[in-house]
């Protein structure tokens, strides 16, 4: 079975400064990658997804995020963080033929000033 | 282009009852997914209807039901409410079923049982 661990359940940083936040995955078929992200009172907003291709995935507000098929990782960055970049950050993987994406435990980004 | 649209923003019932959640998918897209997101339990696949049809459900007992109308909008039923079922009840949709398909979501339904 598919699952995802989100390495860190909570992650303070500082304003301006650069952020990494972890996911792994365990797959043993071809897996579609996806990061959301969660703020407050609201429902999931898509940052970014790795389909194929470049394992270099840009999406939107500056993420990115880097698929490692020998390690198994999809981790998320930002070069320099914002205040208003403060939610919660969910890894997913899309299971094959279910129609199901499988959660990680989330990930809490705190931007502090 | 909207989003996908919920409806109730919030609920409230009491134990026994039974809640309707309703959704309503981007134009164009034809699947559409339930999920719950519990305190302390994070996201779980509750449900998934394409072109009118269940075509998967996750580990939920048979009081949580739905179905999808011919303009591909949704409804979730719970019977028989117990204290455990408060959560967000988030709704998502997509093109199709391939499941590389990105899902996008509503800002979901508060479920609150007294």
């Known amino acids: 079975a598919q699952s995802v661990t989100q390495l860190d359940s909570q992650v303070p940083v500082f304003e301006e400064a650069p952020v990494e936040l972890r996911c792994n995955y365990s797959s043993s078929v071809s897996v579609y990658l996806f990061w959301y992200v969660q703020y407050p009172n609201q429902g999931l907003q898509l940052l970014l997804k790795?389909?194929?291709?470049?394992?270099l995935v840009k999406g939107i507000n500056g993420f990115e995020a880097e698929f490692n098929k020998s390690q198994t990782s999809f981790h998320l960055r930002k070069p320099s963080v914002h205040i208003s970049d403060t939610a919660e950050y969910f890894c997913a993987v899309s299971e094959s033929n279910t129609g199901k994406l499988i959660f990680g435990q989330g990930t809490t980004l705190q931007v502090k000033p | 282009e909207a989003g996908v649209t919920q409806s109730p923003t919030h609920l409230i019932k009491t134990r026994g009852q039974q809640a309707t959640l309703r959704c309503s998918p981007i134009s164009g897209h034809t699947s559409v997914y339930w999920y719950q997101q519990a305190l302390g339990l994070g996201l779980q696949f509750l449900l998934w209807y394409d072109e009118g049809e269940e075509r998967n459900r996750g580990n939920f007992p048979p009081r949580f039901s739905g179905r999808q109308f011919p303009n591909y909008s949704s409804e979730l039923n719970v019977n028989a409410l117990e204290l455990e079922d408060s959560a967000l009840y988030l709704c998502?949709?997509?093109?199709?079923?391939?499941?590389?398909?990105?899902?996008?979501f509503g800002d979901g339904t508060r479920l609150s049982i007294l």
């Open positions: 790795y389909l194929s291709g470049s394992t």
């Open positions: 998502a949709s997509s093109y199709h079923r391939g499941s590389n398909q990105p899902q996008h």
